[in-house]
């Protein structure tokens, strides 16, 4: 897969350079899409995670009144950054700090506040209600939050200390495509349309990743907007400057590579640490069978796996106080494939880890969809759901540990850097 081993020695020196630059600081870049959009009428909800927080995993809430899933800083339940709770109430943020306003604030955070609504809320009415509840107690929020619920709610709210602007995904007036995309602006501070233009955002911060997440939707529009779409071309996309798509990735014909990529200003980029797609229900069905598609690490170094509010705990590749381990494979794949000033990917390697991960992903996303159909029909156990997550995350995980040792054997002739160590996936039972 890899035959090129001098390059990839390059890389492998060149990541000890890298190793002491700093992380830039929390950007993200999502949509909210209304189930007018969907191949399926479902609704969906998107983010790219970019932090500092590098090591994420996948945690179970029970503390509060509504049990919910959600992405975490590994080891830490104070916050959540994405989620869905058993009402099929879904959430994201990205940072915003456009809205700050003058002043000492006081009350939660952009990730206390999911957190909290992942307790408490059950729609996107819910929602609003508690933004016009800490508009008066306040608030220390700068950030776009994306939602969607179990009754066909889509949304995306521009939140401030003390206030907000609601943009409903499901009016014409407001989404004419049925969607809402938001990188680290809010039009509310700029005085912007709710849908704005690469040429009215200008040169401001995260317009390149605004526009590179509108093409790729308005692209699909017309065929329906579906889950398998959002995780392999929304997730992992990487585009020019311009917007184009580098040759040979995901979202251009399959032509040579250019030899590195700058990812400053990509969607899929060397500071994202990870990514969730949610997929909603339609009105009348179980909210249960709502699903968190989570991507851990750089989404074009890892692979999706499903969860569900429903299962009994969280599969083992998804979790650890420490980083979750299919996270913390793709983390080092990613620094071996960096440049020197982790600004930018080195190709070389790319094309045999695409090959190798997509196929695995495109089975997990075949299979969870037959499984999806069946316990809509029929109805499981969470025995037989938590069973199916598990198989899923170990399919997962052993191709990604397959990946990590053979970029570890391509480069065995110089000492590269450590690599994790884990166990062997736990074997699951097979479901009937």
Same mark, same amino acid.
């Given at each position: 897969?890899?035959?090129?081993?001098?390059? /990839?020695?390059?890389?492998?020196?060149?990541?000890?350079?890298?190793?002491?630059?700093?992380?830039?600081?929390?950007?993200? *870049?999502?949509?909210?899409?209304?189930?007018?959009?969907?191949?399926?009428?479902?609704?969906?909800?998107?983010?790219?995670?970019?932090?500092?927080? &590098?090591?994420?995993?996948?945690?179970?809430?029970?503390?509060?009144?509504?049990?919910?899933?959600?992405?975490?800083?590994?080891?830490?339940?104070?916050?959540?950054?994405?989620?869905?709770?058993?009402?099929?109430?879904?959430?994201?943020?990205? +940072?915003?700090?456009?809205?700050?306003?003058?002043?000492?604030?006081?009350?939660?955070?952009?990730?206390?506040?999911?957190? &909290?609504?992942?307790?408490?809320?059950?729609?996107?009415?819910?929602?609003? &209600?508690? +933004?016009?509840?800490?508009?008066?107690?306040?608030?220390?929020?700068?950030?776009?939050? #994306?939602?969607?619920?179990?009754? !066909? #709610?889509?949304?995306?709210?521009?939140?401030?200390?003390?206030?907000?602007?609601?943009?409903?995904?499901?009016?014409?007036?407001?989404?004419?495509?049925?969607?809402?995309?938001?990188?680290?602006?809010?039009?509310?501070?700029?005085?912007?349309? @709710?849908?704005?233009?690469?040429?009215?955002? !200008?040169?401001?911060?995260?317009?390149? &990743?605004?526009?590179?997440?509108?093409?790729?939707?308005?692209?699909?529009?017309?065929?329906?907007?579906?889950?398998?779409?959002?995780?392999?071309? /929304?997730?992992?996309?990487?585009?020019?400057?311009?917007? *184009?798509?580098?040759?040979?990735?995901?979202?251009?014909?399959?032509?040579?590579?250019?030899?590195?990529?700058?990812?400053?200003?990509?969607?899929?980029?060397?500071?994202?640490?990870?990514?969730?797609?949610?997929?909603?229900?339609?009105?009348?069905?179980?909210?249960?069978?709502?699903?968190?598609?989570?991507? /851990?690490?750089?989404?074009?170094?890892?692979?999706?796996?499903?969860?569900?509010?429903?299962?009994?705990?969280?599969?083992?590749?998804?979790?650890?106080?420490?980083?979750?381990?299919?996270?913390?494979?793709?983390? *080092?794949?990613?620094?071996?494939?960096?440049?020197?000033?982790?600004?930018?990917?080195?190709?070389?390697?790319?094309? #045999?880890?695409?090959?190798?991960?997509?196929?695995?992903?495109?089975?997990?996303?075949?299979?969870?969809?037959?499984?999806?159909? @069946?316990?809509?029909?029929?109805?499981?156990?969470? !025995?037989?759901?938590?069973?199916?997550?598990?198989?899923?995350?170990?399919?997962?995980?052993?191709?990604?540990?397959?990946?990590?040792?053979?970029?570890?054997?391509?480069?065995?002739?110089?000492?590269?850097?450590?690599?994790?160590?884990?166990?062997?996936?736990?074997?699951?039972?097979?479901?009937?």
């Amino acid at each position: 897969m890899y035959a090129n081993r001098a390059s /990839l020695i390059r890389m492998l020196m060149l990541l000890l350079i890298w190793k002491s630059s700093p992380l830039s600081l929390d950007a993200c *870049t999502t949509a909210v899409i209304s189930g007018k959009a969907t191949v399926d009428g479902r609704p969906l909800l998107w983010k790219n995670r970019d932090a500092p927080a &590098r090591h994420n995993e996948v945690a179970l809430l029970t503390e509060g009144p509504l049990r919910a899933v959600a992405v975490v800083n590994a080891g830490s339940r104070k916050s959540a950054w994405m989620g869905m709770n058993e009402a099929g109430f879904c959430i994201e943020n990205s +940072l915003s700090t456009d809205l700050r306003q003058p002043g000492k604030k006081t009350g939660p955070a952009n990730g206390l506040l999911i957190k &909290r609504a992942l307790l408490t809320c059950r729609t996107v009415a819910d929602f609003k &209600r508690l +933004l016009e509840e800490t508009n008066q107690s306040g608030r220390r929020t700068v950030a776009n939050f #994306g939602v969607i619920d179990a009754q !066909g #709610g889509a949304a995306l709210f521009e939140t401030g200390p003390t206030s907000f602007t609601m943009f409903d995904a499901n009016d014409p007036a407001v989404a004419p495509n049925g969607y809402i995309v938001r990188s680290n602006f809010a039009t509310t501070a700029r005085d912007f349309p @709710a849908n704005p233009t690469p040429e009215q955002l !200008g040169t401001i911060y995260s317009a390149e &990743r605004y526009s590179q997440a509108c093409s790729r939707l308005d692209i699909q529009k017309s065929k329906g907007i579906s889950v398998e779409y959002v995780i392999r071309h /929304l997730t992992r996309d990487l585009s020019q400057a311009t917007g *184009t798509p580098h040759p040979g990735t995901v979202n251009n014909a399959a032509k040579p590579l250019p030899a590195t990529i700058a990812t400053k200003n990509t969607i899929s980029r060397t500071t994202t640490v990870s990514a969730a797609v949610f997929q909603g229900v339609k009105p009348g069905e179980d909210p249960r069978l709502a699903t968190m598609w989570t991507i /851990l690490g750089d989404p074009s170094f890892s692979l999706a796996v499903p969860s569900w509010v429903d299962v009994q705990t969280i599969a083992d590749p998804l979790a650890g106080e420490n980083g979750a381990e299919l996270g913390e494979i793709a983390i *080092t794949l990613r620094d071996w494939n960096k440049t020197g000033d982790g600004n930018s990917i080195n190709t070389e390697c790319l094309p #045999g880890i695409w090959s190798d991960l997509w196929p695995v992903e495109d089975k997990i996303l075949t299979l969870t969809s037959k499984f999806q159909m @069946a316990r809509n029909e029929h109805g499981y156990s969470v !025995g037989a759901i938590t069973r199916f997550h598990q198989k899923m995350a170990a399919l997962a995980m052993t191709a990604m540990q397959q990946e990590l040792r053979e970029m570890k054997q391509a480069a065995v002739t110089l000492p590269a850097p450590a690599p994790p160590a884990f166990a062997p996936v736990k074997k699951t039972i097979v479901i009937p």
